[in-house]
């Protein structure tokens, strides 16, 4: 699936849920995240595949609380991803 939703608990904001969009590319897999806090704060960013690793790239960067959830963030996107691929 291209577009999926996954709730990740932060120690910063507690669960937040993160909206998971499929960038169209032939060169390489990315995906755009966006992120709304309880407290209505919208965050834009964009993950790429780097060997099995997702990597947040593109500036401006998302908060620290974001960068810090990059693991479990990388482990939704390959989960998502091994659930679709079998």
């Given at each position: 699936?291209?577009?999926?939703?996954?709730?990740?608990?932060?120690?910063?904001?507690?669960?937040?849920?993160?909206?998971?969009?499929?960038?169209a590319?032939?060169?390489?897999?990315?995906?755009?995240?966006?992120?709304?806090?309880?407290?209505?704060?919208?965050?834009?960013?964009?993950?790429?595949?780097?060997?099995?690793?997702?990597?947040?790239?593109?500036?401006?960067?998302?908060?620290?609380?974001i960068?810090?959830?990059?693991?479990?963030?990388?482990?939704?996107?390959?989960?998502?991803?091994?659930?679709?691929?079998?």
């Amino acid at each position: 699936m291209p577009h999926f939703i996954k709730n990740i608990a932060s120690e910063e904001k507690g669960n937040v849920e993160f909206f998971f969009d499929r960038i169209a590319s032939e060169k390489e897999l990315r995906y755009h995240l966006t992120v709304v806090t309880n407290k209505k704060e919208i965050f834009h960013f964009t993950m790429r595949k780097d060997g099995s690793k997702w990597k947040i790239v593109e500036a401006p960067k998302p908060p620290e609380w974001i960068i810090k959830l990059q693991e479990k963030l990388s482990e939704a996107l390959n989960g998502h991803l091994s659930s679709y691929n079998t």
